[in-house]
């Protein structure tokens, strides 16, 4: 009888499980890893290093390894299907979590200091330290954060210090590949106004603020904002009062119920908007209007006017 295995490695929780679950199916299969590499073609050391949870296995070691275990047990193609498919799920898991997990070991000691950029190449040079102070995640990770603002190859450029972004969504999808969110983004956004100047609008403000969504990354941008000599006097309220629309429409969507929106979508054909509470239950009115009270506590009172409307899939105060 062989040694028994050493534990699985679970430093990486993802490709510990997909290794738990590749132990799993050897052991009900009764199959050696001897005999296991005869059905499969790889050696014996490959197949035990695919189930130890220290290296990711191929795609090809994987798919191999389940089916040999799979047909030595058992006939039924579904049983194969679903093994093999939850198998591969857990591969798939793996590899996004090796690939997150590869740059941590790759951090750069050198703290990024955007308070110090005058230009736009301190700027880039501050963006590049970010880079390599977030382990220097792939390209590829920064495009899909940046969902679809921040193309592949001006990341690789930005990443190089070839470049520095074009416009501000570009900036902050850097930054938050580069895992700089929240608060954290202060510092930055003064090194770009200092670089690139304030927003020439009103407008332009609000659509920064937008695309920012974090709380905290909106208000340091607010605050920077209307702090500036560029700023025009009634900037602080229009945006004070714009955000304070969202975080009050934010509440009423979290209680409003999928049930609640079903009810809306039935009946909306035959109601007119101002009637759709008529359809809703009670106890949905009072929850909705408890969370517009509760919003009002940020600031006191609302500093607009309020008017109900229901969507199908959304409401908003106007």
């Known amino acids: 009888m062989g040694r028994p295995e050493a534990p ?56 191999s ?3 040999a275990c799979i047909e030595a047990r058992t006939d039924n193609p579904a049983h194969k299907h679903q093994t093999l498919q939850r198998g591969m799920t857990l591969h798939a898991d793996a590899i996004e979590a090796v690939r997150e997990a590869a740059p941590k070991e790759h951090r750069s000691s050198v703290i990024p200091k955007p ?7 301190d700027l880039s040079g501050a963006l590049r330290d970010a880079w390599k102070r977030a382990g220097k995640p792939s390209t590829r990770t920064i495009e899909r954060h940046s969902q679809g603002h921040l193309p592949r190859s001006t990341a690789n450029l930005i990443a190089n210090g070839r470049t520095v972004p074009r416009d501000f969504r570009q900036f902050v999808a850097f930054l938050r590949a580069c895992d700089i ?31 920012l ?6 208000s340091a941008y607010v ?23 969202k ?22 054909r035959r109601l007119d908007t101002k009637h759709v509470y008529d359809v809703i239950d009670p106890d949905h009115v009072r929850q909705l209007m408890l969370a517009f009270r509760a919003s009002q506590a940020w600031n006191g009172r609302p500093r607009f006017e309020v008017k109900w409307t229901l969507h199908p899939t959304t409401c908003s105060l106007q």
């Open 8 to 63: 699985v490695d679970r430093s990486v929780p993802a490709l510990g499980d997909l290794a738990s679950f590749l132990r799993l199916v050897r052991y009900v299969s009764s199959l050696t890893y001897s005999e296991l590499a005869e059905r499969t073609g790889h050696s014996p050391a490959t197949l035990k290093r695919a189930a130890n949870g220290r290296k990711l296995p191929t795609d090809a070691v994987v798919n």
């Open 65 to 67: 390894y389940l089916t």
């Open 115 to 121: 308070q110090y950029v005058r230009d736009t190449a």
């Open 181 to 211: 969110d929240g608060c954290a983004l202060s510092p930055w956004f003064q090194a770009w106004f200092k670089v690139y100047g304030f927003p020439g609008s009103t407008s332009a403000a609000l659509s920064a603020v937008w695309f």
């Open 213 to 218: 969504s974090d709380p905290d990354a909106q």
């Open 223 to 245: 605050d920077l904002y209307v702090q500036s000599t560029d700023a025009p006097p009634v900037l602080r309220k229009e945006l004070e009062k714009a955000i304070d629309r």
């Open 247 to 268: 975080r009050v429409e934010a509440v009423l969507r979290s209680a409003i119920t999928e049930e609640m929106l079903k009810t809306i979508q039935l009946e909306r």
